[in-house]
């Protein structure tokens, strides 16, 4: 059961060319329009010269029944821990074994050190946190090669090794906003991105060019690689979630390093709360306090105005944020109003809507697909505002036509006090 990463992912490093079992299906969720593909024989495999096929997991009980399935693996994050477990019921109900594989049986070990840079949910800032990181180790005078969590939404044989060094390479690559948002920063520092499919062919290409290897992790999974130094991020935004979110609470558990990030936002009782849990459960991990500053290019286009406000898509979605960047400037500087995006909403954007109730006043930026990048634009452009704000990480007019005036906001991780991310890493080294 996946969403096109971490399943992926689990077979390729434990049940690809294992002669004890045979895989008789993928279930896909929480991404639009990843199932009803196959996972093509070329990296199935000498086991599967037909491919696996890929169903919705709407159909999961049907499935175990129809293909006589004994073993159900769970393997997608950023779900709460009662939501696995009515996952688990449905599959044991329908007469199947429900498991869980861990470090141990999925992770590669590296020639190359590795720092992972992970979190306890979506949206705390890990990729403001892996820059940071990118940005140290450089500046100590290593060549830093980041490997990004997969996003293979496209044609599979396509993306079993990708590496982003240009635009012209997201171009090439057919990226979408999500994978955009994930690789332009990095490479706008001069930084090589990797991802893909196949994380063994990944990593051994991503060592020929690297002092050091960054996971960039994504969602709330814990990383691919055999950690040398493990940074997670908890937010005191949503106090209490990293010990009730799978697999964010098994980060939290392992982690070297804990940045406990907002803090110039976070109320006092949830930074207080995220304290109590580090404390209870990962004592020895090193804690550090971090802010995540906002910035906007032109402030005057937010003031006085009525705005529409467009902040990162999962975070909105299975992150369950209300609220990002986006909003907090468009509050900071002055806007008029901001605007309910909902009634211009079309296509799957009206049906994200309808998925997530408890969206309202932000747009959240899909794009999983052509398709779904022009409902987008046209979302956008049919709201009847003076100014839209980008909290997004890419600049949204990249990749999409917006006929009306905007503005950027940009973050960045900022620590508080000591110890430094610096001084951790000069340590590691």
Request: glycine share 6%; with cysteine; hydrophobic share 35%.
């Amino acid at each position: 059961m996946g969403a096109a990463g971490r399943d992926f992912h689990v077979f390729n490093t434990f049940f690809r060319n294992n002669d004890y079992y045979e895989v008789v299906a993928f279930t896909a969720t929480q991404i639009p329009n990843i199932e009803g593909r196959k996972y093509p024989a070329d990296l199935a495999g000498r086991l599967y010269s037909e491919g696996i096929p890929i169903y919705p997991e709407e159909q999961l009980e049907s499935l175990i029944k129809e293909l006589d399935v004994d073993e159900v693996v769970f393997a997608y994050s950023d779900v709460s821990h009662e939501e696995v477990m009515h996952k688990a019921s449905r599959v044991l109900s329908a007469g199947a074994d429900f498991k869980l594989l861990g470090p141990k049986s999925t992770m590669i070990k590296s020639k190359k050190p590795v720092v992972s840079v992970c979190a306890v949910r979506t949206g705390v800032g890990k990729s403001q946190t892996t820059r940071k990181v990118c940005k140290v180790l450089k500046e100590m005078g290593k060549k830093v090669v980041a490997i990004r969590h997969p996003m293979p939404y496209g044609d599979l044989s396509k993306q079993v090794c990708q590496r982003f060094a240009s635009y012209g390479d997201l171009d090439y690559h057919k990226c979408t906003i999500e994978e955009r948002e994930e690789y332009e920063p990095h490479i706008d520092m001069g930084i090589v991105v990797y991802a893909g499919v196949d994380y063994e062919v990944i990593l051994r290409e991503a060592e020929k060019e690297a002092d050091i290897i960054v996971w960039d992790g994504g969602n709330n999974d814990f990383p691919f690689y055999k950690s040398d130094l493990h940074i997670v991020l908890v937010d005191p935004h949503r106090p209490g979630h990293e010990l009730k979110y799978h697999p964010g609470e098994t980060n939290l558990r392992m982690a070297d390093v804990l940045v406990i990030n907002k803090i110039d936002t976070a109320p006092p009782e949830g930074i207080d709360a995220v304290r109590k849990s580090i404390e209870a459960v990962n004592p020895k991990a090193i804690v550090v306090e971090a802010a995540s500053p906002i910035f906007v290019e032109d402030p005057e286009k937010i003031k006085g105005k009525r705005v529409l406000v467009i902040e990162d898509g999962p975070t909105l979605t299975h992150g369950e944020m209300t609220y990002g960047a986006g909003y907090v400037a468009a509050k900071k500087y002055g806007a008029l109003e901001i605007i309910d995006p909902r009634r211009y909403a079309v296509g799957s954007i009206k049906t994200t809507y309808e998925k997530y109730k408890h969206l309202s006043l932000i747009l959240p930026a899909m794009g999983y697909g052509e398709e779904q990048m022009r409902e987008l634009e046209k979302t956008i452009n049919q709201a009847e505002c003076d100014t839209v704000v980008i909290g997004t990480p890419i600049d949204l007019t990249r990749v999409i036509n917006i006929n009306k005036p905007s503005v950027r906001v940009r973050y960045k991780l900022q620590e508080i006090g000591e110890p430094t991310l610096e001084e951790i890493l000069r340590r590691f080294e």
